[in-house]
């Protein structure tokens, strides 16, 4: 048989992990192509070269085109694609996940599926907001109370410290001009959070669409997620950069997110919370090795039925059936 023409695609294990990956790269009114394994981006200034494999999220602006070949190219990869605009963000594609196995995605499945594993999560989902607190005792309707309360403190706290005028959270979809420049740079860093928790998601292999304290929309376990971050992550970075009166608030926005997500690993960090919300003692360090080896396996398995919960693939059973 011939060869197939081009170049051969990566395999899984010569992919860089989700959590070591650069969080996300934001172009507009460019054209993004691909050279080999490198995704392109030109505009009038020239070109510049984007290692594919080591991108977590490429977030798309206004005037950008894109050919056949970067998009199979960020498919191989297992990189997200998101495209964002004047109608805020819009989640179009992703690649492939980066892991073979669907150990996370059968975990987050089975406990999303039964009324009280879903709230054991979703309370461990509000615990990582009050950290040394108890609050296993603490209702729903209590734990959205404090976090409501922990979120208005925030932004109290943070306006006196950056002498901001805020006047409460205030914004239109549809008009991100049509806004105080604290409000503008609150929805441009949140954008950028979106794009690459939404990118680690997929590419552990989970659902974005089944949320745990979110629920109904395809990007319920991405709000989920990003929630953990916005008090002490893109509120004061939103202040700093009100304060400062930037004269492109979305510009300025992506590039202060983009530098405090990697000097603070937060790739790493996402990757590990998802982890140890949905696997139940599989959070200790010692087990990381481990749990990456584990999501990179290429086994497949037949569910059995009620007796047994699973068997070997690529079997035939016509002798046992009969």
């Given at each position: 048989m011939s060869q197939?023409?081009?170049?051969?695609?990566?395999?899984?294990?010569?992919?860089?992990?989700?959590?070591?990956?650069?969080?996300?790269?934001?172009?507009?009114?460019?054209?993004?192509?691909?050279?080999?394994?490198?995704?392109?981006a030109t505009d009038e200034r020239g070109t510049v070269h984007i290692p594919a494999a080591s991108l977590g999220a490429l977030l798309l602006g206004p005037g950008t085109t894109v050919t056949q070949q970067a998009m199979v190219l960020i498919a191989e990869s297992g990189s997200t694609v998101v495209w964002v605009g004047e109608?805020?963000?819009?989640?179009?594609?992703?690649?492939?996940?980066?892991?073979?196995?669907?150990?996370?995605?059968?975990?987050?499945?089975?406990?999303?599926?039964?009324?009280?594993?879903?709230?054991?999560?979703?309370?461990?989902?509000?615990?990582?907001?009050?950290?040394?607190?108890?609050?296993?005792?603490?209702?729903?309707?209590?734990?959205?109370?404090?976090?409501?309360?922990?979120?208005?403190?925030?932004?109290?706290?943070?306006?006196?410290?950056?002498?901001?005028?805020?006047?409460?959270?205030?914004?239109?979809?549809?008009?991100?001009?049509?806004?105080?420049?604290?409000?503008?740079?609150?929805?441009?860093?949140?954008?950028?959070?979106?794009?690459?928790?939404?990118?680690?998601?997929?590419?552990?292999?989970?659902?974005?669409?089944?949320?745990?304290?979110?629920?109904g929309n395809e990007r319920s376990f991405v709000f989920d997620i990003a929630d953990l971050y916005k008090a002490d992550f893109t509120i004061p970075l939103a202040f700093n950069l009100a304060s400062e009166q930037q004269d492109d608030m979305g510009s300025a926005a992506r590039r202060l997110i983009r530098e405090a997500m990697r000097s603070g690993k937060f790739m790493q960090r996402c990757a590990a919370d998802i982890r140890s919300l949905l696997l139940e003692d599989d959070s200790a360090p010692e087990l990381e090795v481990e749990f990456e080896d584990e999501l990179s396996q290429d086994v497949v398995h037949l569910w059995a039925g009620m007796n047994e919960e699973r068997i070997a693939a690529g079997v035939n059973y016509q002798e046992a059936a009969k």
């Open positions: 197939i023409p081009g170049i051969r695609p990566p395999e899984l294990p010569e992919l860089v992990r989700a959590r070591d990956r650069l969080t996300f790269i934001y172009l507009e009114r460019s054209i993004v192509s691909r050279d080999a394994n490198a995704i392109t109608q805020g963000v819009r989640y179009y594609c992703h690649g492939r996940s980066l892991a073979k196995s669907s150990k996370l995605l059968e975990a987050q499945a089975r406990l999303v599926s039964t009324t009280r594993s879903r709230l054991r999560v979703a309370k461990a989902m509000y615990s990582l907001r009050f950290p040394g607190e108890d609050t296993s005792g603490n209702t729903m309707q209590q734990l959205r109370g404090k976090e409501g309360t922990r979120i208005r403190q925030a932004y109290a706290e943070n306006a006196k410290r950056t002498g901001v005028d805020w006047r409460g959270r205030s914004y239109k979809v549809d008009d991100f001009d049509d806004a105080d420049p604290i409000n503008q740079a609150l929805s441009a860093l949140n954008i950028s959070l979106y794009g690459v928790v939404h990118s680690v998601i997929v590419s552990l292999g989970c659902s974005p669409g089944l949320g745990f304290i979110h629920t």
